[in-house]
């Protein structure tokens, strides 16, 4: 079976770093990505990470573990446009295309 | 014009009723899926489609079908809608290699009365 776990909800200040968590247990690993979603709107791609590491895009980066089942993404200068959810997916095996959501964290960000 | 686009928007209608949800892509992907959203529980995958021959449920295929009419149209169907199918959908494309990411188009708001 698949089980994707990140936290519900998350708060943080505009300008400050915040580190959104997921951990996952599936039946095989092809690579897990992290979406954007605002209110209402269709989720957008952030990141895709298949082996361990940092990946970094601008304000945006993205680290896996694969040995321990979890990634994080990691939030720089926040703005308060940067206020959405965001929803972790691991694609499960090798030649498989099906993506597993995790419920997504929403993030709030104050001023 | 969006690469991703669905119709209706925004659809109310009556339970027992049969309802069609359309995707078109201009992206040029062979894959194409459907997903609803539900508060507290995530995006669930539907139904997906490698290319026009082939079909493949998902997570929550009870109560759908769905038509891959050509490689760019996918649509979603309720037979007969009950209130528990209201929730928002949202169709998606993807290339056809591992570690492409899903492209996602705007989304339907169905409510089922």
């Known amino acids: 079976g698949q089980n994707i776990d990140q936290p519900t909800e998350m708060t943080a200040t505009e300008g400050a770093i915040v580190q959104i968590n997921c951990t996952y247990q599936?039946?095989?690993?092809?690579?897990l990505f992290w979406y954007q979603q605002h209110a209402g709107e269709a989720p957008t791609f952030l990141s895709y990470?298949?082996?361990?590491g940092l990946e970094e895009k601008g304000r945006f980066s993205s680290f896996l573990s694969r040995s321990k089942g979890y990634s994080y993404l990691l939030l720089k200068e926040l703005q308060m446009k940067d206020s959405a959810s965001y929803l972790c997916?691991?694609?499960?095996?090798?030649?498989?295309?099906?993506?597993?959501f995790g419920k997504g964290t929403k993030l709030s960000v104050i001023p | 014009d969006a690469d991703v686009t669905q119709t209706p928007r925004n659809r109310i209608t009556k339970t027992g009723k049969r309802i069609m949800l359309e995707c078109s892509q201009t992206?040029?992907?062979?894959?194409m899926y459907w997903y609803r959203q539900d508060p507290g529980l995530g995006l669930r995958l539907i139904y997906y489609?490698?290319?026009?021959?082939?079909?493949n449920k998902g997570e929550i295929s009870d109560g759908y079908s769905v038509s891959r009419q050509a490689q760019a149209k996918f649509s979603l169907s309720l037979e007969s809608a009950i209130p528990n199918q209201t929730a928002l959908y949202f169709c998606?494309?993807?290339?056809?290699?591992?570690?492409?990411?899903?492209?996602f188009g705007p989304g339907t708001r169905l409510t089922v009365l």
């Open positions: 998606a494309t993807s290339e056809g290699t591992s570690g492409n990411e899903q492209f």
């Open positions: 599936t039946s095989g690993f092809n690579g």
């Open positions: 990470n298949v082996l361990d």
């Open positions: 997916a691991v694609a499960p095996g090798a030649g498989s295309y099906q993506l597993t």
């Open positions: 992206k040029g992907h062979d894959r």
């Open positions: 489609s490698f290319d026009v021959k082939d079909i």
